[in-house]
Nanobody
Framework: QVQLVESGGGLVQAGGSLRLSCAAS????????MGWFRQAPGKEREFVAV????????RYADFVKGRFTISRDNAKNTVYLQMNSLKPEDTAVYYC?????????????????WGQGTQVTVSS
């Protein structure tokens, strides 16, 4: 059992950057595949990025490739999402999720733990 808390969201102008953080309270953070997801008003939650246990493998949604970077620091029980070149269509609530013994190919339904989300708003 882990608790996840996202932070770092806010209001930025198009072209700007944000770094989101997800802090985990569990003692077994390193065994969790960690992903970032987002949900815009009226839309389903969608996959953004995922990182393996060790951080050695990542996967990204096409719409963020080249702009976002996922990373993790297991010593700090934290996963990050560096968001550059933000666009208005990136506006959403961003959630981190944990999937114990998962993989970078896990489905959204495989994630057992979720944070409360952090709002990202990108103005034009």
């Amino acid at each position: 059992q882990v608790q996840l808390v996202e932070s770092g969201g806010g209001l930025v102008q198009a072209g700007g950057s944000l770094r989101l953080s997800c802090a985990a309270s569990g003692r077994t953070f390193s065994r969790y595949t960690m992903g970032w997801f987002r949900q815009a008003p009226g839309k389903e939650r969608e996959f953004v990025a995922v990182i393996s246990w060790s951080g050695g493998a990542t996967r990204y949604a096409d719409f963020v490739k080249g702009r976002f970077t996922i990373s993790r620091d297991n010593a700090k029980n934290t996963v990050y999402l560096q968001m550059n070149s933000l666009k208005p269509e990136d506006t959403a609530v961003y959630y981190c999720g944990g999937n114990e013994y998962g993989s970078i190919y896990s489905f959204i339904g495989d994630y057992e733990y979720w944070g409360q989300g952090t709002q990202v708003t990108v103005s034009s």
